[in-house]
């Protein structure tokens, strides 16, 4: 009996190797003379039989095994494949071409190339080291610490009391035959009163505090964009160990198919259609590299080492979180580092006030000094009036100017301040309940992939095979049956890659821009209380 063969998909390799290691070879028929048949038993021949003891696919896939980059490893127990290395070197030199018309060559089979054969000797990282080298060497954690410092030196600053003032001070001096005048030296200080040092450096300090959020809030930032990072190059991983067993399967049915056309069960559309999904699985392979090794630059330009070598990521993509999703949505809304530091922007609104209420009340000027006094006494020529002392004190009265203008400003400040608030939780509940939403779907929709779909496709792949083993069922249906597996597989570690995202999102409370300038509560200004302005603020 002889049967037509239709070759949709690339993958007819994969069934003679499941098919032999089932032990199912007493319902299987025998193979044509000349060729090796999915689902057929080889005639028993002396120079067969040592050749065959071994399943061709099962012998390529532990081959595939030693080549797999490490963490490349998945829970379900993959397809036996060949791996692409493997499969490669026999299928390169292979001519496309119509067996109806041997002259009429169709193109050169040329090996997907392999852009991580470096990259799987190299050990693996996990997210831990990232995490470690980021907070090492981020610089956008190391700025924000600067701002730390830059407040704190401020309120230093601010709280230094003026300088005091020393000078030489000469009154009705004149020459001539009479002589005369006062000269001498003096010493001035201004008196800061009303507290206002330390209300001036109260309001750095409180600033200072507000830094210091920002630096757990770029913090969880730089964490945020981390974690999004590595789970999205640890898809990307596995997608590449996906698409390398697709692209073993689809070599192994192009030379399988070429086997069926030299027994006549396979002509040119049959060939032209196993090659073309054979090119096709070859660029998903190679835009699979590409898309790890861009996934893992980004990574590594997160953690502050963008030379870092590409390596292979070590992490379990299935383990994902288990939240409550809205209870993270209150938790983001109450305890996010920018809902606090919103709430010490209050509180330095309010040190602004309490200081500008004060800057009304005068400072004390006081002023003394000793000098000589060259003035003849009752006109004697040799006889002067001699070592005399002069003080001074005096106050601004503040009748014009009670600094309102800026108590007025600290006042609409705080409001501001508080409005802020409001904003920045409105926005949080804005972006995290959408978040909670999408983290209950995807986690709803991996758990389906993982515990209906994937094992429900596995088995009618089975069932699919047995029956074309047992010439009950057309072999272009369990080709079908393959495919959707596979693309189930792809979809349940996309959905994988969802639950991730968004559980991070939520547990970072929503915060990225890992390499984005963090912002300061403080002006940028650094000339305040210069040593010449007399205690003022400039």
Not at 21 to 27: C, L, R, S, T, V
Not at 33 to 55: F, H, I, L, R, V
Not at 196 to 213: F, P, T, V, W, Y
Not at 251 to 273: F, S
Request: charged share 20%; proline share 6%.
């Amino acid at each position: 009996m002889t049967m037509k063969l239709y070759i949709p998909f690339a993958m007819i390799a994969l069934f003679g190797s499941i098919s032999i290691a089932q032990g199912q070879e007493h319902n299987a028929m025998p193979c044509m003379e000349g060729m090796d048949m999915p689902g057929c038993t080889p005639a028993k021949t002396p120079s067969n039989t040592q050749s065959k003891q071994q399943p061709q696919g099962a012998a390529q896939h532990e081959e595939h095994q030693e080549h797999s980059m490490p963490g490349m490893q998945h829970q379900h127990p993959p397809a036996q494949t060949s791996s692409p290395q493997s499969g490669q070197s026999s299928h390169a030199t292979m001519t496309l071409q119509e067996p109806e018309n041997p002259e009429h060559k169709t193109g050169s089979s040329l090996p997907a190339p392999e852009l991580l054969k470096e990259v799987a000797a190299r050990p693996p990282m996990n997210l831990d080291d990232f995490i470690k080298l980021a907070d090492a060497n981020n610089p956008t954690i190391k700025e924000a610490g600067a701002f730390v410092r830059r407040s704190q030196e401020k309120a230093r600053q601010a709280g230094l009391y003026p300088n005091p003032t020393v000078g030489y001070q000469g009154e009705q001096i004149r020459g001539g035959s009479y002589g005369g005048g006062e000269q001498g030296a003096f010493v001035q200080q201004t008196i800061v009163l009303g507290g206002k040092l330390g209300l001036r450096r109260d309001i750095h300090a409180q600033e200072s505090r507000s830094e210091q959020i920002g630096v757990q809030e770029q913090t969880y930032r730089v964490h945020a964009d981390i974690q999004q990072a590595f789970f999205d190059a640890l898809t990307a991983q596995e997608t590449v160990r996906l698409r390398q067993q697709l692209l073993g399967i689809a070599l192994d049915a192009v030379e399988t198919v070429h086997q069926l056309a030299n027994v006549g069960q396979a002509d040119a559309p049959d060939i032209l259609q196993t090659e073309v999904e054979s090119e096709q699985a070859k660029v998903d392979y190679t835009v699979a590299q590409r898309h790890y090794l861009e996934t893992f630059r980004v990574l590594s330009a997160l953690a502050g080492k963008g030379e870092l070598p590409v390596s292979p990521l070590q992490g379990e993509l299935e383990k994902t979180p288990d939240l409550n999703a809205e209870q993270m949505t209150e938790s983001v809304v109450s305890e996010s580092p920018t809902v606090k530091r919103a709430q010490q922007e209050i509180v330095v609104a309010q040190a602004r006030l309490k200081d500008a209420k004060r800057e009304a009340i005068p400072d004390l000027q006081l002023k003394a000094g000793e000098q000589y006094n060259f003035e003849r006494i009752d006109g004697s020529p040799n006889k002067a009036t001699g070592p005399q002392s002069f003080a001074s004190a005096g106050v601004n009265i503040p009748l014009w100017n009670r600094n309102q203008g800026n108590v007025q400003a600290a006042k609409a400040d705080i409001e501001r301040a508080e409005q802020s608030l409001r904003r920045e939780q409105l926005s949080l509940r804005q972006h995290s309940a959408p978040l909670a939403q999408s983290y209950e779907s995807a986690r709803f929709e991996a758990d389906r992939y993982k515990t209906q779909l994937i094992p429900r496709a596995e088995r009618a792949y089975q069932l699919y095979l047995n029956k074309y083993q047992n010439m009950a069922q057309a072999y272009p249906q369990v080709l079908v049956s393959q495919r959707t597996l596979f693309q189930l597989r792809v979809s349940y570690v996309k959905a994988l890659r969802e639950v991730w995202r968004n559980a991070i999102a939520l547990q970072n409370y929503t915060l990225s821009g890992g390499l984005q300038a963090p912002v300061s509560s403080d002006t940028p200004s650094t000339t305040i209380n210069l040593p010449n302005a007399t205690g003022a603020q400039e």
